[in-house]
């Protein structure tokens, strides 16, 4: 028998769907110990929160997330909001007793995110956020190749994250679904948005980061803004680059654009090592590709790994080999390893505390870029 784990989601857009049905998933391909319950979604728009939840079988709205959190029957907090809203959230539910899943990135800043991780780490709640990305299977093995020293000493993290989609100069700031090109809401721009994924999987797998030299670009510098309908300054960055240097003395050069023509979500990453690489696609998120320069001369290559077997990370929880899964699964894996954090009392990872040490990074990017020299990442 499985005890219910009651939800309430605050939030209905691109993240409250992937959630959703991750909650919905999770039980059938996965045997645990507790069972996602809708109970309830949360939004502003009563109307907007009903078709929510009719559409995803929610069992009540509400449309003031501090009721929610109050609510005796909600055992935790989804937090599926713009960025400038994760903190306040979060702190009233630590306050109450909640867990919390937090979109990421964590916070607008470092200083927020210590405070969030301190009440979460005072409170004794379990937390997480969604840096989904390290729950791919292909992503996953790589960790596991790099934690067996397939690779050896570690020389090179490059990884880069690209969009094409704020070309137009008419496209307006702020409001639903605009909020990410409004600095008021989002913090930053493509370094928190897409870079923050990297990083996170970047620290993961090769450790912490100590100093980078970033340079930002706001090609578009001013944007009509869709809450106040007046043309205002743009304070998101819309390109960003960096090189860096992670704590065991590799390098790290990272890049990050809403203006590659022709990119809607280029994620990849290579890493480069004494006795091997990896490189990974999201756009072939089910490969891994792999080379050992210890294989025999005559067959010394780049192998590409399928990974769809039952030994793979995950995998055997699906489909019989040979049968690739999406993007969709790696928020299924995200509540299975949290729910099984639960029941074991290891918590899952990445936590608040994890997401911290991104945003400190983020952070630093935005100091490199603005003070144009090297910037040492706080720890």
Same mark, same amino acid.
């Given at each position: 028998?499985?005890?219910?784990?009651?939800?309430?989601?605050?939030?209905?857009?691109?993240?409250?769907?992937?959630?959703?049905?991750?909650?919905?998933?999770?039980?059938?391909?996965?045997?645990?110990?507790?069972?996602?319950?809708?109970?309830?979604?949360?939004?502003?728009?009563?109307?907007?929160?009903?078709?929510?939840?009719?559409?995803?079988?929610?069992?009540?709205?509400?449309?003031?997330?501090?009721?929610?959190?109050?609510?005796?029957?909600?055992?935790?907090?989804?937090?599926?909001?713009?960025?400038?809203?994760?903190?306040?959230?979060?702190?009233?539910?630590?306050?109450?007793?909640?867990?919390?899943?937090?979109?990421?990135?964590?916070?607008?800043?470092?200083?927020?995110?210590?405070?969030?991780?301190?009440?979460?780490?005072?409170?004794?709640?379990?937390?997480?956020?969604?840096?989904?990305?390290?729950?791919?299977?292909?992503?996953?093995?790589?960790?596991? +190749?790099? /934690?067996?020293? #397939? $690779?050896?000493?570690?020389? !090179?993290?490059?990884?880069?994250?690209?969009?094409? &989609?704020?070309?137009?100069?008419?496209?307006?700031?702020?409001?639903?679904?605009?909020?990410?090109?409004?600095?008021?809401?989002?913090?930053?721009?493509?370094?928190?948005?897409?870079?923050?994924?990297?990083?996170?999987?970047?620290?993961?797998?090769?450790?912490?980061?100590?100093?980078?030299?970033?340079?930002?670009?706001?090609?578009?510098?001013?944007?009509?803004?869709?809450?106040?309908?007046?043309?205002?300054?743009?304070?998101?960055?819309?390109?960003?680059?960096?090189?860096?240097?992670?704590?065991?003395?590799?390098?790290?050069?990272?890049?990050?654009?809403?203006?590659?023509?022709?990119?809607?979500?280029?994620?990849?990453?290579?890493?480069?090592?004494?006795?091997?690489?990896?490189?990974?696609? +999201?756009? /072939?998120?089910? #490969? $891994?590709?792999?080379?050992? !320069?210890?294989?025999?001369?005559?067959?010394?290559? &780049?192998?590409?790994?399928?990974?769809?077997?039952?030994?793979?990370?995950?995998?055997?929880?699906?489909?019989?080999?040979?049968?690739?899964?999406?993007?969709?699964?790696?928020?299924?894996?995200?509540?299975?390893?949290?729910?099984?954090?639960?029941?074991?009392?290891?918590?899952?990872?990445?936590?608040?505390?994890?997401?911290?040490?991104?945003?400190?990074?983020?952070?630093?990017?935005?100091?490199?870029?603005?003070?144009?020299?090297?910037?040492?990442?706080?720890?």
């Amino acid at each position: 028998m499985t005890k219910p784990l009651n939800i309430g989601m605050i939030g209905y857009g691109f993240m409250g769907r992937a959630h959703s049905n991750a909650y919905h998933r999770v039980n059938d391909f996965f045997d645990l110990a507790y069972r996602p319950v809708l109970k309830a979604a949360c939004a502003r728009s009563a109307d907007n929160a009903r078709a929510f939840a009719a559409r995803w079988g929610y069992e009540s709205v509400e449309t003031d997330w501090h009721k929610l959190i109050e609510r005796k029957d909600i055992d935790a907090i989804d937090i599926c909001t713009p960025n400038n809203t994760h903190a306040e959230i979060a702190l009233a539910a630590a306050r109450a007793g909640k867990m919390i899943l937090c979109e990421k990135p964590l916070a607008m800043n470092g200083p927020e995110g210590l405070t969030m991780v301190e009440a979460v780490e005072k409170a004794r709640v379990p937390n997480m956020v969604w840096y989904n990305y390290r729950r791919v299977p292909a992503v996953t093995l790589a960790k596991q +190749l790099i /934690d067996e020293g #397939r $690779l050896g000493r570690i020389f !090179h993290y490059r990884a880069k994250f690209l969009q094409d &989609w704020t070309i137009s100069a008419d496209l307006p700031q702020g409001g639903t679904g605009l909020w990410r090109l409004d600095v008021a809401a989002a913090g930053s721009g493509v370094s928190g948005d897409l870079l923050a994924h990297c990083i996170d999987t970047a620290i993961w797998h090769n450790g912490p980061i100590e100093s980078l030299n970033a340079m930002t670009e706001t090609f578009i510098k001013e944007r009509k803004h869709n809450l106040t309908g007046k043309v205002e300054k743009v304070g998101i960055d819309d390109a960003c680059t960096f090189m860096g240097r992670f704590k065991n003395g590799s390098l790290a050069t990272f890049e990050s654009t809403r203006y590659a023509r022709g990119h809607k979500a280029l994620y990849t990453f290579e890493i480069n090592g004494e006795h091997g690489s990896i490189f990974w696609d +999201l756009h /072939d998120l089910h #490969r $891994l590709q792999f080379f050992d !320069h210890r294989d025999q001369g005559i067959v010394r290559g &780049w192998r590409s790994i399928h990974v769809s077997d039952g030994d793979h990370p995950y995998m055997s929880k699906w489909w019989v080999p040979g049968l690739q899964i999406g993007y969709e699964h790696s928020f299924v894996h995200q509540v299975a390893d949290f729910i099984e954090g639960l029941a074991s009392g290891k918590p899952a990872q990445p936590d608040f505390r994890d997401a911290y040490q991104t945003q400190l990074v983020l952070d630093a990017i935005l100091q490199s870029a603005h003070d144009g020299k090297w910037a040492t990442v706080k720890q």
